[in-house]
C-alpha cells in the first residue's frame, strides 16, 4: 500500500511512498496505511480516481483556504454616500424659499391650527388658535387679500405681508424659519367718553387719547370693534359697530366713530358764543362776509368734538348726510352728488372746521358755525337744517 499511496488523502498533496506524515496539512501517512484513522476532510480515493480527484481536492482547498476580502472600507464608504445624499436632500427640502413656500400655504390655510403652527408672535412666541382668529375672518371674507398674502409669503417680500420671515430655531442641521406677525395699532376717533371697547365680544385693552382712544398689538386681520360709553355728558349708553376693517396692510390704521348726541340734552343745541374773540366777526356771518378758518392753519386744534353735526341736514342746495362712521353723502350747488369721507380739524364754541377727502381724490376744509338749530356753511352762506 505504500508503494501506491501517491497523494495525501487528507489535502491531496503529493507524497512519496516512504512519506509517514504529510508535508502540507501534517497528515499520518503509516497510520493511513495500516488502516488506523482515515482522513479528516475527504474520503480515501479508489486508485481509479487517485490521478484525476486529488487535483480536485486540491483546488477545493486551495480555494477555501483563501482569506476573506476586507468589506468595512466598502461600508463606510456606502455610510458616507448615504450621509451625503442626507444632506443634499435636507439642505433641498429645509431651503428658505422652500420653507417659504410650506408656510405660505399654512398660513393661508382657513385651518386655525394650520395659521398657528406657522406664525409667532412680535416676541417670537408662539400663538394659540384664538389669536389667529382675526387673520382666519380676514380670508373668509376677502379672498384676494389671502391671495396677496399667500405669494407675499412665497416671494418673501415683507412689504406686501403682514409678516416677517424670521429664524426660529434649527431642524437638524438646517436653520428653521417661521413667520413673524408684526404689530399693528389701531386709532378709533370718536366722541364717545370712558368707553369699554371689545372685538366680537371679547374685551380690547385701549388706551385714552385726544379725540378717541387706540389699541396697541393688534394681530393682523379683520376686526369688527364695537365701543360703548357716553356722549356729550349724558348718562345715555351707546354701542356703535365699526364697519370691518382689515388690519394687515398698514402698520397704523384709524377708524371713525361718531355716535349722535341724544336730542334731550342741552348740548344737542349750544347757545351762541359772544366772548370769543377769533369768532367775533362771525356773530353775523351774512351781513360780515365770514372768517375763512379753513385757511387758517394756526386756529386748528385736536378738540374733534362733533355730536351736532352727525345726522341728515337740509337746504335749498339739497341734502346733506354726516355719518358716524366718517364718511358723508350729499350735493353741491349744481347737484352733483359728492360723497367721501370726513373729520373736524378744528373746533371751539360753535365753530367747526371740516375737512373732506372726495372720492374723487380732491381735499378741501369747510368751516361751519352752528346757531340757533342751523348749521351754517360760512363760505357758501348756506342755512342747513335738521333734516329729522
Known amino acids: 500500500m505504500a508503494e501506491e499511496l501517491k497523494y495525501c488523502p487528507n489535502c491531496g498533496e503529493e507524497v512519496a511512498a516512504t512519506d ?17 484513522i482515515q482522513p479528516e476532510a475527504t474520503v480515501v480515493k479508489s486508485e481509479a480516481t487517485s490521478v484525476s480527484q486529488p487535483r480536485a481536492t486540491v483546488k477545493a482547498k486551495r480555494t477555501t483556504g483563501r482569506k476573506p476580502r476586507k468589506r468595512w472600507p466598502w461600508v463606510l464608504g456606502g455610510i458616507v454616500v448615504l450621509l451625503l445624499v442626507c444632506f443634499i436632500g435636507g439642505s433641498w427640502y429645509y431651503s428658505k424659499s422652500n420653507q417659504a413656500e410650506r408656510l405660505a400655504t399654512e398660513v393661508t390655510s382657513t385651518d ?18 384664538d389669536a389667529v382668529k382675526p387673520l382666519q375672518a380676514l380670508y373668509e371674507s ?31 442641521l438646517f436653520t428653521r424659519y417661521m413667520l413673524q406677525a408684526k404689530s399693528f395699532r389701531l386709532t378709533v376717533k370718536t366722541n364717545v367718553k370712558d368707553a ?13 387719547v385726544s379725540g378717541g382712544y387706540t389699541v396697541d398689538d393688534l394681530f393682523p386681520g379683520r376686526y369688527n370693534l364695537q365701543v360703548a360709553g ?21 402698520l397704523d390704521n384709524t377708524v371713525s366713530l361718531k355716535a349722535k ?16 374773540s377769533d369768532q367775533s366777526s362771525d356773530s353775523n356771518d351774512d351781513s360780515n362776509g365770514s372768517t375763512d378758518y ?13 355730536d351736532i353735526l352727525i345726522g341728515d341736514w337740509r337746504s335749498n342746495a339739497g341734502t346733506w348726510e354726516f355719518n358716524d362712521d366718517g364718511t358723508y353723502e350729499g350735493e353741491d350747488t349744481n347737484d352733483n352728488d359728492l360723497s367721501g369721507t370726513w373729520e373736524v380739524v378744528y373746533h371751539k364754541g360753535n365753530y367747526w372746521n371740516i375737512k373732506y377727502h372726495h372720492d374723487d381724490g380732491q381735499t378741501d376744509v369747510e368751516p361751519y358755525r352752528y346757531q340757533n338749530g342751523q348749521l351754517v356753511q360760512c ?10
Not at 369699554?196 to 385714552?208: E, I, L
Not at 356722549?231 to 365699526?242: N, R
Not at 348726541?261 to 370769543?276: L, R, V, Y
Request: proline share 4%; net charge negative.
Open 20 to 36: 509517514e506524515f504529510c508535508g502540507k496539512c501534517g497528515f499520518n501517512l503509516k497510520a493511513f496505511r495500516t488502516g488506523q
Open 112 to 129: 386655525d391650527d394650520d395659521i398657528a403652527d406657522a406664525v409667532v408672535d412680535d416676541n417670537g412666541q408662539a400663538v394659540d388658535d
Open 142 to 172: 376677502n379672498s384676494s387679500a389671502r391671495d396677496t398674502i399667500k405669494q407675499a409669503v412665497k416671494t418673501m417680500d415683507s412689504s406686501q405681508m403682514p409678516f416677517e420671515l424670521v429664524k426660529d430655531g434649527h431642524h437638524f
Open 196 to 208: 369699554t371697547v371689545t372685538n366680537n365680544g371679547d374685551s380690547v385693552s385701549a388706551k385714552a
Open 230 to 250: 357716553n356722549v356729550s355728558g349724558s348718562s345715555q349708553s351707546v354701542t356703535k359697530v365699526l364697519p370691518a376693517i382689515d388690519i394687515y396692510k398698514q
Open 261 to 276: 348726541a341724544p336730542q334731550t340734552t342741552a348740548a344737542q343745541a349750544p347757545a351762541p358764543q359772544t366772548n370769543n
Open 294 to 306: 379753513s385757511y387758517d392753519i394756526s386756529l386748528r386744534n385736536d378738540n374733534t368734538d362733533d
Open 379 to 388: 363760505q357758501m352762506k348756506l342755512h342747513w337744517h335738521a333734516d329729522d
